[in-house]
Nanobody, 125 residues
Framework: QVQLVESGGGLVQAGGSLRLSCAASGRTISPYAMGWFRQAPGKEREFVAVISWGGAGTDYEDSVKGRFTISRDNAKNTAYLQMNSLKPEDTAVYHC??????????????????WGRGTQVTVSS
């Protein structure tokens, strides 16, 4: 079992930045692709970013490319999401997730094995 706990969310003005952290416990995250998803009220959970096992590969949802950066530190058993140039439409609960398999570029909810409870990000205009 892998337990994931997100932190770093909050209220920020448009154009501002936040850095989310996802601390894992129970097992090392090294063999897991790590992803970030978000869910706004009344909407389905959507893919934001994913990073490969060692961190060399990353992929992003189109609307966050160039603004968000996913990273990981396997020695600290932690993944991160740096969010810059935030927009009101980025407002959501952000969840991190761990997925085990032969592919790292996984973007669907059902491809992930473990989830955190999420951290709220609110961007004011």
């Amino acid at each position: 079992q892998v337990q994931l706990v997100e932190s770093g969310g909050g209220l920020v003005q448009a154009g501002g930045s936040l850095r989310l952290s996802c601390a894992a416990s129970g097992r090392t995250i090294s063999p897991y692709a790590m992803g970030w998803f978000r869910q706004a009220p009344g909407k389905e959970r959507e893919f934001v970013a994913v990073i490969s096992w060692g961190g060399a590969g990353t992929d992003y949802e189109d609307s966050v490319k160039g603004r968000f950066t996913i990273s990981r530190d396997n020695a600290k058993n932690t993944a991160y999401l740096q969010m810059n140039s935030l927009k009101p439409e980025d407002t959501a609960v952000y969840h991190c997730a761990a997925g085990y398999g032969i592919r790292w570029r996984i973007t669907r909810v059902n491809e992930y094995d473990y989830w955190g409870r999420g951290t709220q990000v609110t961007v004011s205009s």
